[in-house]
């Protein structure tokens, strides 16, 4: 496998990978279908039971039911409108230019979902959809990069 994810959750000690999300600073339908689909044939490969696709438009989640081909196994359970995410509003719409800034950006709005929903701090802006399908994934383990943020290798 060559495809290399933004950004894992992963426990301490433990090869289990819990989620798997991959973040592009572009709305182009090409781009975001060429990235999903190599986001879903990841998942299915490695194993991995959830997957979220990042884009200034939407965050989108993936279930890996485990049965068949990537076409077949991983599916879409649902999406969110980015600029609904307090974290993320600035990064909507194209508001950014910055690949890295947002990467970063979803990596600490995700360890900060992770924090509120440990503490029992989940506010309104915790899209529940969100809380229910990246939920579990997140009290497994810790998020990080899946790998270095060099300028030069990132890319929209």
């Known amino acids: 496998m060559s495809y290399q994810p933004d950004i894992l959750v992963k ?41 979220m696709l990042v884009t200034p438009v939407q965050v989108r989640i993936y279930r890996d039911n485990f049965r068949g081909s990537p076409k077949e196994s991983v599916e879409d359970v649902g999406d969110v409108v980015t600029g609904e995410i307090p974290e993320l509003q600035k990064f909507a719409g194209q508001g950014s230019t910055d690949p890295i800034a947002f990467e970063d950006a979803v ?34 383990g810790e998020v990080r990069a899946a790998g270095p943020r060099a300028r030069l290798s990132a890319a929209g």
């Open 11 to 51: 426990a301490a000690g433990d090869p289990a990978t819990y989620l798997v999300v991959e973040v592009k600073l572009t709305s182009d339908p090409r781009t975001v279908h060429e990235a999903e689909s190599a986001l879903k044939t990841y998942m299915a490969e490695a194993g991995i039971p959830t997957g």
């Open 107 to 140: 990596q600490d709005w995700l360890a900060g979902l992770q924090y509120r929903q440990a503490n029992g701090f989940l506010r309104s802006g915790d899209h529940r959809l969100l809380t229910e399908h990246i939920g579990p994934s997140l009290t497994m």
